[in-house]
């Protein structure tokens, strides 16, 4: 295997990975397929969101792309 597969490899499991904790971790309180309101946020929910914005800022730099893929859907 040459070290472009590996490196590869290594990069889809580290997203894998990432995506797992964002996911069923620091997001696990919010319903699946549902809108949530800022207001309504306890601390730790805000800390949680936070950090998933704050790895979604480092890993899609545009903001509208960033809107469109992210794992919080905010009520308007």
């Keep these: 295997m040459d070290k472009e597969l590996i490196y590869q490899a290594n990069i889809k499991r580290s997203l894998d990975e990432l995506?797992?904790?964002m996911s069923n971790v620091l997001l696990?309180?919010?319903p699946e397929d549902a809108f949530i309101d800022s207001d309504n946020l306890n601390d730790y929910q805000q800390e949680c969101v936070a950090a998933v914005d704050a790895i979604e800022q480092e890993w899609i730099l545009?903001?509208?792309e960033r809107r469109q893929f992210s794992l919080i859907s905010w009520q308007d």
């Design 28 to 30: 696990s309180w919010m």
């Design 19 to 21: 995506y797992e904790r």
């Design 62 to 64: 545009n903001p509208e």
